[in-house]
């Protein structure tokens, strides 16, 4: 399971299979081992075997090949690849569905913290430009219009993040505070700057 084939990835994507349980799934699988090439163990049959192979294929008795097969891997030291399923430790679906919630927290913990440090990268990258951005922020705002005060509340977040990330979170707030009172008279502005939270 380790590496699904296409006609399996085809399934698993017809049945809507979760990822992370098919990936739990594939955890405990055996791993699949090449066959050995057997035909390399030919000369290493006695002659007598040859001619016993050869007889009883003639006479057409059953399963002679695998007979033949079974002799070259015997000859080749090859253990079958996977054991039978009753050899197989039996794993409980709720067994597969723990490992696989694991997993999917691992996931999303990684993503959290990737997330996070693309922000921080953000930020630091914004810092320079910060007194451009609190202009920008009063330009958008002189534009009235709804899409200008969408832009303008998302500088405003990233700038109290910044402050937050610097440790200035109350110079921040007082600015901030100038501002909402400057434009009281502007509801939909006000209404998208009380979603800030400071």
Do not use: C
Request: overall charge positive.
């Amino acid at each position: 399971l380790g590496k699904l084939t296409p006609p399996l990835k085809a399934f698993v994507e017809l049945v809507e299979l979760d990822n992370a349980l098919v990936s739990a799934a594939a955890q405990a699988s055996p791993s699949h081992r090449p066959a050995p090439a057997l035909e390399e163990w030919l000369p290493q049959l006695t002659e007598a075997e040859r001619q016993a192979f050869l007889l009883k294929l003639v006479r057409r008795e059953p399963h002679v090949d695998l007979q033949l097969i079974n002799r070259l891997k015997e000859l080749a030291g090859a253990n079958p690849s996977v054991p039978p399923a009753s050899e197989q430790e039996r794993r409980r679906f709720s067994e597969l569905a723990a490992v696989a919630a694991d997993k999917e927290a691992k996931r999303k913990r990684n993503e959290q913290a990737a997330a996070k440090e693309q922000r921080i990268k953000n930020l630091e990258a914004l810092a320079p430009k910060a007194p451009q951005t609190w202009d920008r922020v009063l330009d958008l705002i002189q534009v009235k219009h709804a899409y200008a005060y969408d832009e303008a509340t998302q500088l405003l977040r990233d700038l109290r993040d910044l402050a937050e990330h610097q440790g200035q979170l109350p110079v921040f707030s007082q600015r901030f505070e100038r501002l909402k009172a400057n434009y009281s008279n502007r509801p939909a502005l006000m209404k998208r700057l009380l979603s800030i939270k400071t």
